[in-house]
Structures are given as C-alpha cells and as structure tokens.
C-alpha cells in the first residue's frame, strides 16, 4: 500500500462519519481514528512488519491557548537597536496586526504596552494564535507588515524596557 493510497484511505474515512477504521493487510496495520462530530482526523497510525520502514502519519495537535513570546534582546548589530528587546514569532504562520479586518489594530509605534498584552495574532493552520508582551515598554518598530507570512523565530517587534 503506498503513501498516495493511504492518504486517498484517510480521506475516505474522514467523510465517511465512522469513528474507528482498522485495517490489516499483509503486512501493513493502519488505524484511522475521527470524531464524529466535526468529522476531523484525530489520528491516523501505520505500522510495517519489521522488514520494511514505517510510515509514520499523525495530526498535529491544536493550539488553543494564547501562545507567550520568547524575549530575547536583540544582538548588538546596530547601537541605536542594542537597548531595544526583540520580540520573535513563536510559530509559523501569518501575522496579523487586527483581531478582525473590522476592528482596530492591536497596537501602534509609539504605545506604551505592559507584559500580557496581546501584541498580534498569528493564523497557523486556521487556528489563530494570540501573541502576547513578555516585557512592559513602548512599541519603537512594528518589522512585519500585516497578512504578511512570517517564520519561527522570525522578529516582529522592537520593544524599548525603559
């Protein structure tokens, strides 16, 4: 059974409404897992016989708490920055500066924010991800453009302590 035939399985099962699927043949084991009520794929398992590699397939687990930033200071590449602490992504996703398009931004240059605001919010696979202060200061650079992508660790903020 190939990769492209257990995903087309998964799928299957998916929209289906069954709960459980277990399946054995030869020498593949699949176990396919949903829920019924929102026909999500919990987990999916493949096991081999020894002779052969895995093929490993698992959900990733949602994030459904604000995600808290890693604060690092910033390395000393410029002097005017070497005061200010960057604050990073935490994850991968696409940065937004609104909590809707309706609303105001979360945030500008020049305001004050205290350590727990909610500085942005990141979508990561349709979930989206409050990103909060670690540090009490005042905004100095905002270095991401709104519904713009952003990576792991990638500096959002210039946040000045003092």
């Known amino acids: 059974m190939d990769l492209k035939e257990i995903q087309n399985l998964i799928k299957f099962v ?4 069954v709960a459980e699927v277990k399946l054995e043949m030869d020498d593949v084991k699949i176990t396919i897992r949903t829920t019924l009520e929102s026909n999500v794929t919990e987990a999916t398992y493949v096991q081999q016989l020894p002779a052969q590699a895995a093929l490993p397939q698992a959900a990733v687990p949602q994030v459904t708490a604000p995600v808290v930033v890693n604060v690092t200071p910033e390395a000393p590449a410029a002097k005017e920055d070497s005061k200010y602490v960057t604050i990073k992504s935490p994850i991968i996703g696409t940065f937004y500066r609104k909590p809707s398009p309706d609303k105001p931004v979360f945030t500008e240059v020049g305001s004050t924010v205290s350590k727990g605001d909610v500085l942005c919010v990141i979508e990561a696979m349709k979930l989206f991800n409050e990103i909060e202060s670690e540090v009490s200061g005042k905004i100095v ?18 946040v000045d302590p003092s």
């Not at 650079?141 to 210039?158: G, T, Y």
């Open 14 to 17: 998916a929209n289906s409404g």
């Open 141 to 158: 650079k905002i270095l991401v453009d709104d519904m713009s992508p952003v990576e792991f660790d990638q500096p959002l903020f210039l």
